[in-house]
Structures are given as C-alpha cells and as structure tokens.
C-alpha cells in the first residue's frame, strides 16, 4: 500500500465483519491517500490489479467520496493487465471500467 508521510497505518491488520465494512474502509482509506497525494504531489497514482479490490473501490463512487475525491487529479495504471481484448469478460480493465471509472465524474 501506498505510504505518504507518517506510519499510521504501517503493519496494522485490520479484520471486518462483512465485506461492506471493508469496502468502506477501503474506500476511507484510499480517499486520505488521495488527498494527502495530491496536498504533497498535486497528483494520486493507484495501480489496479484485478479480482475483488475493484469491486470492493464501489464505495468511492458515492457519498461522500463523490463530493471530496479529486478524480481528475488521479493517475490509475494496471498492475495485472490479462492479455485480452479490452472488452472482454477477463479484462480487469473492463471490470475497472464497468464497476468504477464509468460511475465517477468529475467536476473540474
């Protein structure tokens, strides 16, 4: 995980009851890496690999997030890109985009 700063959240395991919980915390804590990365940097750079992490990021598509995350300022690169067609059922940028990217916008 990214690390900005201080030692907070180095080596701390965290244990959720559901996955709505973590969602919710996942999706807290990507979105003070975010504004903490772009205070610091002017920017935020996340790399996605595939699987449940990008179904578990929903939570940053709404309340609050979608009034506080500045997407625009966001770098998203892939870090386990499948060899297939961008539109296939494989594709984790498929999932990201179906899933993610398609529901933020941005303001800016």
Same mark, same amino acid.
């Given at each position: 995980? =990214?690390? @900005?700063?201080?030692?907070? /959240?180095?080596?701390?395991?965290? !244990?959720?009851?559901? @996955? ?6 996942? =999706? ?17 750079? +996340? ?5 449940? +992490? +990008? ?10 997030? /979608? ?8 770098? +998203? ?5 499948? !060899? ?16 993610? @990217?398609?529901?933020?916008?941005? /303001?800016?």
């Amino acid at each position: 995980m =990214a690390h @900005l700063g201080s030692n907070k /959240n180095r080596g701390e395991v965290r !244990v959720h009851e559901s @996955l709505e919980e973590l969602s919710t915390d996942l =999706a807290d804590y990507i979105a003070e890496l975010s504004e903490a990365s772009v205070k610091e940097r002017g920017f935020f750079a +996340i790399a996605l690999s595939g699987g449940s +992490i +990008i179904s578990l990021m929903r939570n940053l598509c709404g309340a609050p997030y /979608n009034k506080t995350i500045d997407w625009s300022k966001w770098y +998203i690169f892939w870090a386990d890109e499948r !060899v297939v067609a961008k539109n296939h059922v494989d594709s984790n940028y498929k999932l990201a985009k179906d899933h993610l @990217l398609s529901k933020v916008t941005t /303001n800016y």
